[in-house]
């Protein structure tokens, strides 16, 4: 079962930055917090993943509040090809199988 | 193009019938998933190997379905009598254990539609 809370839909604006909510109060130590994106048609992508700390990578920054019980997904430019579902997972490292909930699907207005 | 690959891309079928798909993962990887999505849902586990082993499987893996990976490379997926209830979105992910990232990468999926 899901153990995360998203917005069921939002748009943002092109070039501009897109912050996408989760909560996960239920987190437990050792889980980590996964993002995925699946645009239409399309099996699920890789964005990012983070225990604690913040990361960036080429795609996206994660912002993870110092209690773990919600993060923040930004997408610092938000274009077209963003427009996506996008999934907030948390993860066991020992739990093989990623737990999808409906997701949050954004649309990126020109 | 992610590297993992899915036959068929679409497969219609009617009800009662045998259906198989077949996984090609990235090469190195020892890990290989099944999920299946249905319409308006996020994908759901259905199975993992971990080479030829089949190490986890989901209680939605009813007695109709079976999934091999006979040399731990490709896998398939079988489901036998299929019923409308199967019609979804079957996709497959292949991860390498101790990846830094863990990441696990999905194939395009073959979508089923039982008539």
């Known amino acids: 079962d899901a153990k995360t809370t998203q917005p069921p839909s939002m748009d943002c604006a092109e070039g501009r930055a897109a912050n996408l909510p989760c909560n996960h109060s239920t987190i437990s130590g050792n889980e980590y917090v996964y993002w995925y994106r699946q645009i239409h048609s399309q099996g699920p992508q890789y964005i990012i993943h983070?225990?604690?700390n913040n990361e960036t990578n080429e795609m996206a920054s994660l912002i993870i509040t110092e209690d773990r019980k919600s993060s923040t997904l930004i997408l610092p430019h938000a274009t077209l090809r963003d427009t996506a579902v996008y999934y907030c997972?948390?993860?066991?490292?020992?739990?093989?199988?990623?737990?999808f909930g409906k997701g949050n699907q954004v649309v990126v207005i020109p | 193009d992610t590297g993992v690959s899915q036959n068929p891309r679409h497969k219609i079928t009617k009800r009662g019938q045998n259906v198989t798909f077949r996984c090609d993962p990235i090469?190195?990887?020892?890990?290989l998933y099944w999920y299946r999505q249905t319409l308006g849902q996020g994908p759901e586990f259905l199975t993992y190997f971990q080479n030829e082993a089949q190490l986890e499987k989901s209680r939605l893996l009813s007695d109709r379905f079976s999934a091999e990976r006979p040399k731990g490379s490709f896998s398939t997926l079988e489901i036998q009598r299929t019923e409308q209830g199967d019609s979804a979105m079957y996709l497959c992910?292949?991860?390498?254990?101790?990846?830094?990232?863990?990441?696990?990468?999905f194939g395009p999926g073959t979508r089923l539609t039982v008539t």
């Open positions: 997972i948390v993860r066991d490292p020992g739990n093989n199988r990623l737990a």
């Open positions: 992910a292949s991860s390498l254990s101790g990846g830094r990232r863990d990441e696990q990468y």
């Open positions: 090469s190195e990887h020892n890990r």
């Open positions: 983070g225990l604690k």
